[in-house]
């Protein structure tokens, strides 16, 4: 069976990886996991200054759900690649870093100072990070202006000596055009979806739940949304797409596959579980075995 | 500071779980590893169901007591979370993670001989002080327990923590049981008697640890402060993952936030920032 899947010239050992923002560096999961058997690690958003993040309460559960307003919470990238960077580096597996700024400096920056010898195998960019606000954007999140989105990842790749993944918004209206967009500005793949902005009440004191009011939702909630931004863009652009989005099971993996992604990402389950990986690839396996599918790839799109 | 374990899945069997109050239930695992590691104030992230949908996370839950073959856990039904925990039958798996955070510090009693460990709880806070009591007793170390609740039925522990020698005073809201009112002044007033004249000296007798609604915590603060006290608190957050992955259960200290799962739930009262 082979579950190897190459993305901007970089092959993975397999196409289920574990999103940012859900898995910390993957330190945190070294007690239950053997970290090198991921396909790949996306590390929490990093900025090129420190954050201190949102105002608490910053979590809280909904209906299969769960909404967030973490605020990008991070050490800043150089305190990150001084703490963090030799662990990452000792991983057998591809360790693709997450990073944000507010400004075009910012995002140009950060993405200068990621790169390192040979490291890391690749850059997602973070354009739709709902708990952050953009003086540059029209809207609220750089992900839903196709030609800002354009112009950071052309401003990204300059610098980048690895491909760059563009990691898209789910609220606008044409993901598609988004899609375009960062495809136009030299991405070598697209990663959808982020979390879907979204509000909680306490009727109790007749205020937001969250300390920042709004958050992001993620989880299974999420699910048939994320499948369709998928489906939206699949075939619209011709770089491969991952797709991100209440994936639970191996076989919602394939479900998103199916839908056009070359590869996903496991994001809220991650908290459900710690464990819940290894199921996750288990089950992906079982059910290629199952249908005697010999490559993953052949999975991408297949929905008709 | 102390070797922190690594942390494991456990899946125990469920020795019992019964109601101790008509909303407060008390539920044993066999999880002997687990009795053997875990200390005061440190907790587990329970896990309620394998559908992610109600609950989709796992529900933080102090380490109440121990035994040789396993750990106890005491929960108030509030949510669906816990409403399906107490339906768990003996004899049913249940899946824990853990043991989790850093747990309460014994050394300043147990590093001090003659020291005093007051303990001061509002509500079901009293649950993950229980084992830290006990631990202190069973080394022959003076406790003084202070139990605040609404009314006489919220009132938990009283006898089990009576049993192990410690001294318990209760306050209630409305007096059905003990003094009425708050306690965080029965405490205060404890500390200012001991004290007497020196009541703004730095308190090297005694050190306080405490848990509870955050309200209470910060009153007591502003009390034990005035007094020059030394003082651990407890704290509770909404939690997503229980192992510092998400950031979701920040607080804010003196030092910026911290994480309650990984820095904490324990936190030295004077880098707290109510
Ligand atoms: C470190 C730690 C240890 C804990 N130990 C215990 C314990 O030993 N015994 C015990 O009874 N409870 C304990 N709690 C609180 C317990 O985790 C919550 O009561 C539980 O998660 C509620 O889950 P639920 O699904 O039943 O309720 P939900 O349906 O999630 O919520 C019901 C109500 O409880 C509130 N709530 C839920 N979670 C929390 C929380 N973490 N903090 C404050 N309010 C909350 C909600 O706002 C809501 O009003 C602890 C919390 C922490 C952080
Ligand atoms: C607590 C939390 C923190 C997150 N932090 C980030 C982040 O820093 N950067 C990012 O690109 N996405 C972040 N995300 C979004 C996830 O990576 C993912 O896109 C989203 O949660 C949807 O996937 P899921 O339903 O599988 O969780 C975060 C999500 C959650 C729940
Ligand atoms: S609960 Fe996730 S970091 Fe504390």
Redesign the pocket.
Known sequence: MDLKTKIGGVIFKNPIWT????FGTGEEFRDFLNLDEIGAIVT??VTLKAREGNAPPR?VETASG?L?S?G?ENKGIGAFKKEDYSCLKKLQTKVII?IAGETKEEFEKCAALVADKNFPHAI?L?L??PNVIHPEAKHSLIAQDASLTEEMVKIVKKSAKCPVIA?LAPNVTDIAEIARGAENGGADAVSL???YMGLAVDVQSMKPVLGNRVG?L??PA?KPLALKAVWDVYGKVKIPIIG????MTGLDAVEFMLAGASAV?????NFTDPVIYKTILKEFKEYLKRKNIKSAKELVGKLR | MKKTERKKIIKGTISSNRAVRPDHFELTMEAPWLSKVSRAGQFVMVKLSDKFTDPLLRIPLAVHSKNAGGISLMYKVVGSGTKILSEQKKGTVLDVVGPLGNGFNDEPILKKKGRVAIIVAGGHGIIPLYLLAKGFREKNIEVKVFIGAGTKEHVLLEKKLKKTGASVQVATDNGTLGHKGSVVALAEEYLKKEKGEKAASRDIKHYTYACGPRVMLNALSKKLKKLNEPAEFSLDAYM?CGIGA???CAIKTVSGYKLVCKDGPVFDMRSIVF
């Open positions: 999103a940012s923002g859900t929490k958003t979590i769960l967030n973490i990008l997450s997602e973070n739709s990070c990691k979806v982020n979390t992001g993620s989880g999420i991100i989005g209440g994936i990402e496991i994001g809220t389950a | 997503a998400c950031k979701g």
